[in-house]
């Protein structure tokens, strides 16, 4: 959904649909911290962050303690916008399919977990 600084975001229209996105990353996040694990991947459909903007899901998926966050959604020229790498604690990578050019990407490795 588009948020604050991405995407065609209209306050009136858009701001319920994104609270509403980010109370369902939050019920998630809080069911993580119930479960004993190492280290944590997410997955969410639109891209979290732009060149110059940081949404609160990335705040979010920080205090939580993930690690590395996958995301989809940037087709054809639209892939144009991805961002990568490492912000904060938080490795972000783009994943559409055509993004890629239909190749699987390798997120991160378990083996030294």
């Known amino acids: ?23 369902r990353l939050a019920l ?3 069911a993580l911290s119930k479960l004993q694990w190492h280290t944590a991947c997410a997955m969410v459909h639109y891209p ?3 060149e110059q903007c940081r ?7 920080q205090q939580a303690g993930v690690r590395w966050v996958v995301y989809g ?3 054809g020229l639209g892939a144009g916008e991805a961002v990568e790498g490492l912000f904060g604690e938080v490795n972000y990578a783009c994943v559409s399919a055509d993004y890629l050019g239909f190749m699987p990407k390798l997120v991160f490795d378990t ?3």
Do not use: I, M, Q, V
């Open 1 to 23: 959904w588009p948020w604050p600084g991405y995407g065609e975001y209209e306050e009136e229209r858009d701001l319920r649909h994104y609270r509403k996105e980010l109370d």
């Open 28 to 30: 998630s996040l809080d």
């Open 48 to 50: 979290p962050l732009t």
């Open 55 to 61: 949404s609160e899901f990335c705040s979010l998926l």
């Open 73 to 75: 959604h940037l087709h």
């Open 111 to 113: 083996a030294g977990l």
